[in-house]
C-alpha cells in the first residue's frame, strides 16, 4: 500500500506538525473505519486462493551439494540443505514446509532473532522471531526455557478469512503470506493472530531522532522475491508484515536465515511430506508440544520438550 502515508489535508491547514509514526497510525485507522463503513465485507474466502505458482511453474531446478559430504555425521545444516534442494524440485502442490524447535537445544541467544531483522530489513517495532522465555521450577532449583515463536504456519489460519481484500492466503505448500501491494493496513488480521505473529509496520527507522539517518536504514528488502523500497513510504511500509519462513531464499534453494543462524542447531526445517527427511524424523518424536493447539489453528511449527 503506497498512498498510507498521504498527510490529511487537515493537517496541512491547521498547520499541526505530525511525526511519520502519526500519519502512518492516522493511516491505518482510517483504513479501519473505511471498511468497518461498507458492512460486511468479511466473508469466507478460500484459504489457498491466492495467486502463487503451480505445477511446473513452481519446480525449480537448484544443483544439490554433491560435493558436500552428506553422511550420517554430517552437520544437521548440511543435510537440510540437500533435502530442501530436493523438495525444490518437487511441484509447490508436493512440498510441505515444517518447522521443528527443540527448546532443549535453544540457549536463547537471540541469534535467529537478529539474523531475521538483517536478513528481511525490519524496522523498529516489527519482528518475525521473537524468543520468549519460561521460567519455572521452585527457588533455588528454577530453571529457564526459550521458545522462538516464528508464524505458525497454521493449516486453519485465523489471519486469512478476515482479510477484507484478499491480501493474505495460504500457499499448497503450507506458507501464508501477505501481498503487500493489496494489504490497505486495516490490522484486521493482527487482531485475528492469537499467537501475535503479525506486526504492523509503522514506517520507523531505528536512527530516529539521532543526528543522522544511516543508509541501511533505507536499502530495500527482498521478500517474496521482490525489492521493497521505504523511500517515500513505500510497502511495506503501513502493511501488516509476518514470517514467511524466507519464501525468497527457499526459492534459490537456502535455508531460512533463523535456521542457518542457530548455534544449538535446535530449528529444524524442511518438507514434512519427505518421509525421510530430517523434519519429518523430529515430527515423530513422542515429546511434541504445539502453542495454543486448542484453538484449533494446526500449526505447522512443533515444539519438543
Known amino acids: 500500500m503506497r498512498s498510507g502515508a498521504e498527510i490529511p ?45 503451480r505445477g511446473a511453474d513452481s519446480v525449480r531446478r537448484l544443483p544439490v551439494l554433491e560435493t558436500v559430504p552428506n553422511d550420517a555425521g554430517a552437520d544437521p545444516l548440511i543435510r537440510m540443505q540437500a533435502e530442501l ?29 537478529v539474523a531475521c531483522i538483517a536478513e528481511n530489513k525490519l524496522p523498529p517495532g516489527v519482528v518475525y522471531r521473537p524468543v520468549l522465555e519460561e521460567e519455572f521450577g521452585v527457588f ?23 482479510c477484507p481484500v484478499s491480501a493474505t492466503w495460504k500457499r499448497p505448500d503450507g506458507i501464508t503470506i501477505i501481498d503487500y501491494d493489496k494489504c490497505i493496513g486495516c490490522r484486521y488480521c493482527i487482531s485475528a493472530c492469537p499467537y501475535g505473529a503479525r506486526t504492523s509496520d509503522f514506517g520507523l527507522n531505528y536512527t530516529d531522532d539521532t543526528p543522522e539517518a544511516q543508509p541501511y536504514e533505507s536499502l530495500p528488502n527482498h521478500e517474496y522475491g521482490k525489492s521493497w523500497s521505504r523511500e517515500d513510504h513505500g510497502s511495506p511500509v ?6 514467511h519462513f524466507c519464501l525468497h531464499r527457499l526459492e534459490v534453494g537456502l535455508l531460512p536465515q533463523c535456521v542457518s543462524t542457530c548455534i544449538g542447531r535446535a530449528t529444524i526445517f524442511g518438507d514434512s511430506n519427505d ?22 489453528t494446526k500449526p505447522n511449527v512443533v515444539y519438543l520438550v
Open 9 to 53: 489535508p487537515e493537517a496541512e491547514t491547521t498547520g499541526v506538525e505530525l511525526s511519520r509514526r502519526d500519519l502512518i497510525r492516522a493511516a491505518a485507522l482510517t483504513a479501519v473505519g473505511a471498511v468497518a463503513g461498507v458492512g460486511t465485507v468479511a466473508v469466507s474466502r478460500s484459504s489457498d486462493g491466492g495467486p502463487s505458482p
Open 85 to 113: 534442494r530436493l523438495a525444490m524440485a518437487k511441484p509447490i502442490e508436493e512440498r510441505r514446509w515444517s518447522m521443528v524447535i527443540d527448546t532443549r537445544k535453544c540457549v536463547g541467544c537471540h541469534a535467529c532473532t
Open 140 to 162: 533455588p532449583n528454577v530453571q529457564r526455557r526459550f521458545f522462538p515463536r516464528p508464524c505458525m504456519q497454521c493449516d486453519e489460519p485465523p489471519c486469512v478469512p478476515v
Open 238 to 243: 503501513g502493511n501488516a508484515r509476518k514470517c
Open 275 to 296: 518421509p525421510d527427511s530430517l523434519v519429518s524424523e523430529q515430527l515423530r518424536q513422542p515429546n511434541q508440544l504445539k502453542l495454543l493447539e486448542e484453538k484449533g
